[in-house]
């Protein structure tokens, strides 16, 4: 278990971690406390917008990289590794495993499976699912077996706990939000008064949920302000925007910008004055956190939102921007309105939004949430010789 000079021996299995940037938490974890963690990824992953990720590990991270070629690739719930879990968890001889992946996916179902199958140590999950979806079958058996098979959870809002508290997990929980690395969002704060034109901006996929329809039909009601619209991202929806902008008479207000690089963004974001998240809830879907959200709110940059899932209950917990109601495009026009006009009341959203975040979403202090919790269910000595015993259905 254990290594010889008794450091603990961490598995994590993360197809998000195809994409390096997304190993911060990790590595900031393993790092201060010197762990030895081995890393599962997909060999190759295609990303939500088609992108082929290869298996590199993020510099400064020392771990042991395992990429394993995956079938069903981009599709987050259903792919699964070609490989022998358990053959390969007995050989690493880990003490604690971490699927960082929802409990019905596959990859999860299969890594826990050969958990029980070789070692048996203490698993856990990861979790964004805010509704409670009744899952057909065999997805609905297999995740109450995942529930019954792990010891610890890491859900990223309380609402998503509470729909796997309502679906019969009674492990062990501790809510882990997404967050975001302080050292790469310096605030650039972008006074609107330096140029004649107020730049609104929008990143993340185009697709019809994401609400841009009722945004461009917003927009298009105070067209006589002096506004433009920055699109960082791309997807299947954008044809459908676009016409509906030409339409409206405000398609050559809005710069097409494409896919933006995780590195890229900060720079991105301290070149506009408020970013705007129109997100629509669907039947099996509403907004589960927007990253863009804390990641603009740390450039100090203000954020227009609507009410759907967690954007109105960080925002108003922020302090960082204005809530409209989702798909309604008069509340929407109201809010961008006020935006554009309240100089003040801009400034203040902005200080208060930036204020906040670093607070509560830097990803070093997640990380020592995530190395707590992680240490106390592994069963990982203190400094004082003791065991740290783990509290059965805990929750933080």
């Known amino acids: 278990m254990t290594t010889a000079d008794g450091r603990l021996k961490l598995l994590i299995i993360s197809h998000a971690c195809a994409l390096a940037e997304n190993q911060r938490l990790f590595a900031f974890a393993a790092s201060r406390r010197n762990w030895d963690v081995t890393l599962v990824i997909p060999k190759v992953w295609m990303s939500e917008y088609d992108r082929p990720l290869g298996a590199t590990l993020l510099d400064g991270f020392d771990a042991r990289l395992i990429a394993i070629p995956v079938l069903n690739n981009g599709k987050v719930p259903l792919h699964f590794y070609r490989t022998r879990p358990a053959k390969l968890i007995k050989s690493i001889a880990p003490d604690i495993i971490y699927s960082h992946n929802e409990p019905y996916a596959f990859s999860t179902i299969q890594w826990c499976l050969g958990n029980r199958q070789s070692v048996n140590v203490p698993f856990g999950f990861f979790s964004c699912q805010n509704i409670v979806k009744r899952y057909p079958v065999p997805f609905r058996q297999a995740e109450r077996w995942v529930y019954r098979n792990s010891q610890f959870a890491f859900p990223i809002t309380q609402t998503v706990d509470t729909v796997h508290r309502n679906k019969g997990f009674s492990g062990d929980s501790t809510i882990l939000p997404l ?20 730049r609104f ?10 609400g841009l329809l009722t945004l461009v039909k917003a927009l298009a009601i105070i067209s006589d302000g002096h506004w433009c619209l920055e699109i960082f991202g791309s997807g299947p929806f954008e044809t459908v925007i676009k016409r509906k902008a030409h339409e409206l008479g405000i398609g050559d207000r809005m710069n097409w910008r494409g896919f933006v690089p995780q590195k890229e963004i900060s720079t991105r974001l301290a070149q506009v004055d408020a970013v705007v998240l129109p997100s629509e809830t669907r039947g099996n879907w509403k907004e589960q956190f927007g990253r863009v959200l804390i990641e603009s709110l740390a450039s100090g940059v203000p954020v227009v939102g609507s009410d759907s899932g967690e954007i109105p209950i960080i925002l108003r917990e922020s302090g960082g921007g204005l809530i409209f109601s989702e798909g309604s495009v008069e509340s929407c026009s109201v809010a961008l309105q006020m935006m554009m006009t309240d100089h003040e009341g801009r400034k203040r959203m902005a200080e208060d939004g930036e204020r906040f975040v ?13 190395a707590r919790k992680i240490e106390r269910i592994a069963g990982v000595s203190n400094a004082r010789g003791q065991r740290v015993v783990k509290a059965e259905g805990a929750h933080e």
């Open 179 to 198: 967050g975001f690395d302080a050292s790469l969002f310096p605030v650039r704060r972008r006074d609107a008064h330096e140029t004649d034109e107020f």
């Open 201 to 210: 901006a929008y990143l993340g996929r185009v697709v019809e949920e994401k």
């Open 358 to 370: 670093r607070e509560k979403y830097d990803l070093s202090n997640l990380a020592d949430r995530f």
